[in-house]
């Protein structure tokens, strides 16, 4: 086929002196590309190679002395038009774009690439088309999803952005981010514009994601520039132009943030007015027990006076009648008389010690009903005992309490309950 071009033996055809004959055959049948050499004066065919066979449909005989547009191969004659024109003004075309249609009517996007040359002194054009339908299609579905994508950004009201991690350079905002910032975003260094800072952010997180491409980088940050409290979400994700790019995610948690310093703000004082509470309440039960106190004082004294009446009478008669000292047995019933007052006169006084004590914290423990039974019955002694006797009445009480559960009280110092 190339023979019959008019191509001669100094290797003129392949467009460049002493390039090997052998080589340029090797390259030109080889070729996966339609490979088609022209005649600049009539625009016919003169050598087509096997690929272009394949991508066209037609044989090579049918294709040599035929123009392109007797073939019908060009599908849009104004991109034939256009080709013409700009391999007349160029030696080389290069990376021309144009729709083929093959001998079956079916439609193939191609790209082309074309050169000027000359064979046995006339001009011819060597042209290569390449079947780019499948990587056209490929990149129209990449290219829509990542308009879906982008469009799904843009309906979010929360901060996203892209950007280079090698550069910084910012690719991609979102109508949320762009709305926060008064002048166009993309373009610029994510951590001058996000930041305000005049180098990369110490803090960046470039580095962990990444080391971990696959995975979400999650974290909290303060944003000074906006007085914004932010929850990020980074991950690296594949760009178009096939470059690894950091995305950011950022959700605006200030309202948050904020409720829950209220929070601990209002737990704080809470425990502050509870302090205060608890301190104005044991002020106020010091106050009652003094003041119930001082109301018991004068019956109190009333009782102590006739415990200390038996003290005094026979320690007087002990200690003025000699005689007395001679029956042992008398002796024994005063000082036993005595020991006795002396012991109700101390549980009055630790009773009322325990009544009014303040105290540091209140300790509940289980406590046994009889147990309190005959405290109740010891402190008040003095009333329904001494009174009594000191009017010839004589009272003895008696208790009998059968087993029963215990139940929690409070109890003071002594360790008895109150």
Not at 52 to 73: N, P, R, W
Not at 342 to 363: S, Y
């Amino acid at each position: 086929m190339i023979e019959q071009s008019g191509h001669n033996k100094n290797g003129s055809a392949a467009g460049g002196e002493g390039f090997d004959d052998t080589a340029f055959e090797a390259i030109f049948h080889s070729s996966p590309d339609a490979i088609i050499i022209s005649r600049v004066s009539d625009r016919k065919v003169v050598a087509v190679n096997a690929g272009c066979t394949t991508i066209t449909g037609y044989e090579q005989h049918e294709m040599v002395g035929k123009t392109s547009a007797e073939l019908g191969i060009w599908a849009d004659l104004k991109e034939r038009d256009e080709y013409w024109a700009l391999q007349m003004n160029n030696e080389f075309v290069k990376n021309f774009p144009f729709t083929m249609r093959d001998r079956h009517g079916s439609r193939k996007s191609c790209m082309l690439c074309a050169k000027m040359m000359k064979i046995d002194g006339r001009d011819y054009v060597m042209g290569v088309a390449r079947d780019i339908t499948e990587e056209k299609k490929t990149a129209e579905a990449l290219a829509a999803e990542h308009a879906q994508l982008l469009a799904i950004f843009d309906s979010i009201d929360e901060v996203i952005y892209v950007s280079d991690p090698a550069t910084h350079e910012i690719l991609y905002v979102n109508t949320a981010t762009q709305k926060r910032f008064p002048h166009k975003l993309v373009g610029r260094a994510c951590y001058r514009e996000f930041q305000g800072l005049d180098k990369p952010c110490p803090f960046c997180t470039n580095a962990i994601i990444m080391k971990n491409p696959g995975e979400a980088h999650r974290w909290e940050f303060h944003n000074a520039l906006l007085d914004r409290d932010y929850e990020l979400v980074d991950r690296i994700i594949k760009w178009p132009d096939g470059r690894d790019v950091r995305f950011e995610l950022a959700i605006d948690i200030t309202e948050r943030t904020q409720a829950q310093q209220r929070l601990e703000d209002a737990n704080r004082r809470l425990k502050e007015t509870l302090g205060q509470l608890k301190q104005s309440e044991d002020q106020i039960l010091r106050h009652a027990r003094l003041s119930a106190l001082g109301q018991m004082a004068r019956g109190i004294s009333h009782e102590l006076n006739n415990i200390l009446t038996p003290i005094l009478g026979y320690a007087d008669l002990l200690l003025t009648r000699e005689e007395k000292l001679n029956d042992k047995n008398e002796v024994r019933s005063m000082l036993g008389m005595i020991h006795s007052a002396a012991l109700d006169a101390g549980k009055i006084v630790t009773r009322l010690h325990d009544f009014f004590r303040p105290k540091a914290h209140d300790i509940r423990e289980p406590v046994h009903l009889h147990e309190l039974v005959e405290s109740v019955v010891t402190f008040t002694l003095p009333r329904w005992k001494n009174e009594m006797v000191a009017k010839g009445i004589s009272i003895e009480i008696t208790t009998e309490i059968q087993d029963c559960p215990q139940f929690i009280a409070t109890a003071p110092r002594s360790g008895k309950p109150s």
